[in-house]
């Protein structure tokens, strides 16, 4: 009766459960650098703000509160040197950007028979946030050499799981073909502060765009900037009349979020210390075990920026290369998992704590 899970691509971490219980029988413990999630604290400004909010009885407003919005709007105006965006009109609060991304071409009436550009190496969610709508995805090394009508194109830059960085001329390229062909451009950019040999540019930035915001899409996450996966915040900004649908859609389905998180989200937003002290975090994790990496034999490209290394083997295809760094107690993710252009390499989180990877890099020396 029901065809929903059938119509979704596998879940790919449920293929990992083997490797993982080898990585687990390692004496001193598995080192999980499979997924992205944030180990280090929430900062202390953050759970403050959530525990001075939590009287909060009423429904909040799809449309989230004006702090969250402004917190929002001045963020990635000191950050990232994107104007213009209007808090009341331009910007949108989300559920974690992942529920956004899912839902995007249901929200806004794409399916079957529409097309949406996907990256060929790229986090699985934008094929599954089509393929719950009935559209066909197409993966593509750049969306402006596809030849055929589109509804949606998405960018991720700093890249899941490559780390590769979008250049201002590519994205531009981008922006042009998206308005030539009447294209929503959804650019994914929850990795953006985290660029290492090299700044990423946000497609709403005004070298990038024109100061025009006409079909494009910027996706912001607090989960990897300020540690708050666990909260589910993040927001969308952009084209008005888009971020107008959704809102008008979200509305009806109920997609809010919740107040006391909301205020959480304004204070993080508010906040540069925490992020510059995290990025020291993960510049120093990045830094010991990509050289750990090198000096076992594996290659390491792109990488860039994001929370991720691109690693490969001579010896080993994706999977083989997941099984020998799981005799060594330490576990990643095939990068099958993120497209075929993947199927030799594996991508290796930074999102261990220093513990674990000091533990990895000491069993890469072994």
């Known amino acids: 009766m029901f065809e ?41 400004l953050v759970k403050k703000a959530l525990a001075d909010a939590a009287d909060a009885p009423s429904y ?15 963020w990635m105006t000191r ?20 529920e956004l991304i899912m839902l995007l071409p249901t929200l806004l009436g794409i ?8 990256p060929d190496l790229a986090y699985p969610t934008y094929e599954a946030g089509a393929a719950l709508a009935r559209a066909t995805s197409v993966p593509v090394s750049d969306p402006t050499t596809y030849d055929g009508p589109v509804r949606v194109a998405y960018l991720n830059s700093p890249r899941n799981p490559t ?25 994914d950019e929850c990795y953006l502060e985290f660029g290492w040999d090299e700044r990423p540019l946000s497609v709403l930035h005004p070298d990038v765009c024109g100061g025009s915001f006409d079909n494009l899409l910027a996706v912001h996450s607090l989960s990897k ?10 927001f969308v900004a952009g084209d008005e009349t888009v971020v107008s649908e959704l809102l008008a859609v979200r509305k009806h389905a109920g997609l809010m979020v919740p107040s006391p998180i909301q205020a959480a989200m304004a204070a993080a ?28 034999g594996w290659a390491i490209t792109l990488s860039n920026g994001g929370l991720y290394l691109w690693a490969e083997h001579p010896l080993y295809d994706a999977y083989g290369s997941v099984g020998a760094l799981a005799d060594r107690g330490i576990l990643v993710a095939p990068g099958a998992f993120y ?28």
Do not use: M
Request: glycine residues 8%; charged residues 30%.
């Open 79 to 98: 950050r990232l040197d994107v104007t213009g965006v209007d808090p009341q009109t331009g910007v949108l609060p989300v559920i974690g950007t992942k």
């Open 225 to 234: 900037r300020s540690n708050l996966a666990g909260y589910r915040g993040g």
């Open 4 to 44: 929903t899970s059938s119509r979704l691509p596998d879940f790919p971490w449920d293929k990992l459960a083997p490797y993982k219980q080898k990585a687990a029988e390692h004496p001193d413990g598995i080192v999980d650098l499979s997924i992205g999630s944030p180990v280090d604290p929430v900062p202390d």
């Open 111 to 118: 399916g079957a028979g529409d097309t949406v550009l996907i």
């Open 269 to 296: 937003f508010a906040d540069d210390v925490h992020v510059d002290e995290q990025r020291a975090r993960y510049l120093r994790r990045r830094s010991v075990l990509r050289d750990a990496l090198t000096d076992a």
């Open 339 to 366: 497209g075929t252009a993947g199927e030799r390499n594996v991508r290796v989180a930074l999102t261990g704590t220093d513990e674990r990877i000091d533990a990895a890099v000491k069993r890469l020396q072994e």
């Open 163 to 187: 780390g590769e960085i979008t250049s201002a001329d590519d994205l531009r390229r981008a922006v042009e073909w998206a308005r030539a062909n009447d294209v929503l451009l959804v650019s």
């Open 60 to 74: 909040p407003t799809t449309i989230g509160t004006s702090t969250a919005r402004q917190a929002a709007v001045d």
